[in-house]
């Protein structure tokens, strides 16, 4: 029988049940459950709804459940609908009367939205704290790539030299926004829905600070329809997560087009990689292509969540129990990916010679030879043409500008000086952009060592 059967008349189809129950994916919250009605039980308490004998009976016989289902002793029941009702049923079968009391001033739609909000604080952290080892990883690297020299693109086509360090710090750079994501996510999160009942409040004098306090939360919401109806904090979430999986895709695109023999800038270690079952010779990039493909999967989640929620009138409708699904995969997927994507990116081998060759094979030099030509007096725009008859002359003969003559280069304009010559080696293009958050070997030192001081206050915070 189940625990709300008493006005019906008949049992529910089997089918029905089957279709009803969450059981099968809501009990992963069961460390969750469990710990809100221990706060519950103790607002019971004080306000002289249960007794002391009954108090303790509820501790331990909700501790005796906790260990009972790590140890892999318990099976929920698909009859008893979701983890709330499992644990409920056999809170009461083993401590008897007592147990029935404890869903008093309580409804499992805030019990609910307890339990996910505890989930998602305790993921969040571990997510965080995958992220804090993924900025460290991309810190060391740069510091070891400080002076590699290597081709910065716009359009996928070369634009202008930078360093390898750079390319690695803008990465660090997305990552911190994705930590102060979720960051702001967690805020908003924290607060207690226990005592909202099921939309209206409790009659009792619940103490809502306690239960609060108790579990963790900063505060309380401060509406009760709001309290149970919303799930803004799982969709903010779900956001956050799909931005970290959107810069995780982008870099692993990149590690992938690098990898390949026309970039040859990277070698993939083989624990991270896989090969054919018909071409022997294959090196695939299997891990940074999943990642890429994974993103999808969360993006989808989010879009799932936003469609569920989008036409819901208050306060909690069943369709809300579809919630768990879509949160459950995004964190695992985010977890998962990060889990591979952080050994993958530090046993990385980066090919410098290969990078610094592809930098002297095009004209990523021209914007630093329209630049000299700027500082000599020339507007931009004048200098910006001279600079393209010099590429488009370049081009006619199969040459590059390293390789013009100064008699050809003044040919084109006489403000061509033989320090020219200096000006367009790619060392040189790199120093020049001396400026904060510029590749200069100088600034990207001074942006890894502000990173190593985020990190620092990162882990103190722990």
Request: hydrophobic share 40%; aromatic share 8%.
């Amino acid at each position: 029988m189940k625990l709300w059967s008493g006005r019906f008349t008949k049992d529910t189809k089997k089918e029905m049940d089957d279709f009803h129950s969450s059981i099968s994916f809501d009990m992963r919250l069961y460390k969750h459950d469990i710990q809100g009605s221990m706060a519950h039980c103790e607002a019971l308490l004080k306000c002289n709804i249960i007794s002391r004998e009954e108090y303790a009976k509820i501790r331990e016989g909700l501790a005796s459940i906790l260990k009972d289902i790590e140890d892999g002793i318990i099976q929920f029941d698909p009859k008893h609908e979701d983890i709330h009702m499992n644990i409920e049923k056999l809170l009461t079968d083993r401590i008897g009367e007592a147990g029935k009391k404890l869903h008093t001033a309580r409804s499992r739609n805030d019990q609910v939205a307890v339990d996910t909000k505890l989930y998602l604080k305790e993921q969040i952290s571990d997510i965080k704290n995958q992220l804090t080892s993924l900025l460290e990883t991309l810190v060391n690297l740069a510091g070891e790539n400080l002076s590699a020299i290597m081709p910065g693109y716009t359009h996928l086509q070369h634009a202008q030299p930078v360093t390898l360090a750079h390319h690695l710090m803008a990465y660090f750079e997305m990552f911190k926004r994705d930590m102060g994501r979720l960051d702001d996510c967690l805020r908003r999160m924290d607060e207690s829905p226990l005592g909202s009942c099921a939309l209206a409040a409790a009659t009792y004098p619940i103490d809502r600070k306690l239960t609060a306090g108790l579990l963790g939360f900063a505060g309380y919401t401060m509406n009760s329809l709001d309290g149970v109806s919303d799930r803004d904090y799982a969709i903010e979430f779900a956001a956050a997560s799909s931005v970290i999986m959107m810069h995780l895709s982008r870099f692993c695109e990149e590690l992938i087009l690098w990898s390949t023999n026309e970039f040859g800038f990277v070698e993939v270690d083989d624990a991270y990689s896989t090969g054919s079952s018909i071409m022997p010779q294959k090196k695939n990039p299997d891990a940074a292509e999943l990642i890429r493909g994974k993103t999808g999967r969360v993006y989808g989640n989010l879009l799932g969540l936003l469609t569920v929620m989008k036409g819901l009138p208050l306060a909690y409708n069943k369709d809300m129990q579809e919630d768990k699904e879509s949160i459950f995969d995004t964190v695992d997927t985010v977890k998962g990916c990060l889990s591979i994507f952080i050994p993958m990116l530090s046993t990385l081998r980066f090919n410098r010679e290969r990078m610094y060759a592809a930098v002297n094979n095009g004209f990523i030099n021209a914007t630093d030879v329209a630049d000299y030509l700027a500082k000599k007096g020339v507007p931009f725009r004048t200098a910006h043409g001279i600079v393209g008859q010099l590429v488009l002359h370049c081009s006619e003969k199969g040459l590059l500008l390293g390789q013009l003559s100064l008699d050809e280069y003044r040919k084109i304009s006489p403000v061509f000086q033989e320090d020219i010559m200096d000006i367009i080696k790619p060392e040189n293009c790199v120093n020049a952009r001396n400026i904060p958050g510029g590749p200069a070997p100088g600034q990207v030192e001074k942006h890894i060592r502000q990173a190593r001081d985020i990190l620092t206050g990162l882990k103190n915070k722990k």
